[in-house]
């Protein structure tokens, strides 16, 4: 059981589907032989949905949770804004890496459904946006 599971009460109703959707992606990450390494990692006024290895690559996952399809696809919410957020987020957590990882970029996970509806449809969108151009990363 989930921690949140015990305070279903307690939560509002966005929040309760938000943090299902993530524990539904990154199930399906594990299930792909992905490598977790940080779940809602916050860094300043960012965050991170999921942080992962496939591999070599270090990718940030950014997780879309929708009740059913006529809420939208998962570009639909990430705008600029949502896209230099994350790209800042992303940069502040390469900084704060000892060994730099050789190649990273942005996932989005999308899961489709309600934990009363039972198993998730979950679309995984590879290389989905790249690093925001206001961002440089050098090592």
């Known amino acids: 059981m989930a ?28 299930r792909h032989g992905w490598r977790i390494l940080g779940r809602r990692v916050r860094i300043g006024r960012d965050e991170l949905d ?14 879309k949770t ?18 230099h957020s994350l790209s ?3 940069v502040r957590y390469l900084r704060q890496l000892r060994e730099r990882p050789s190649f990273f970029r942005f996932d989005v ?5 309600t934990v009363e509806q039972g198993q998730p449809r979950i679309r995984h ?12 990363v050098s090592w």
Do not use: C, M
């Not at 999921?50 to 940030?60: I, N």
């Open 50 to 63: 999921l942080v992962a290895r496939a591999g070599e690559v270090l990718v940030f996952v950014e997780v």
């Open 125 to 136: 969108i590879e290389n989905a946006f790249t690093l925001d151009r206001r961002y440089r």
């Open 3 to 30: 921690w949140w599971q015990g305070r279903r009460g307690s939560l509002p109703e966005h929040l309760r589907a938000g943090l299902w959707g993530e524990e539904q992606a990154e199930q399906y990450l594990r």
């Open 109 to 113: 996970v999308e899961v489709v459904g």
């Open 66 to 83: 929708r009740r059913n399809e006529d809420f939208g696809r998962p570009f639909d919410a990430i705008k600029r804004s949502k896209r």
């Open 88 to 90: 800042r987020a992303a």
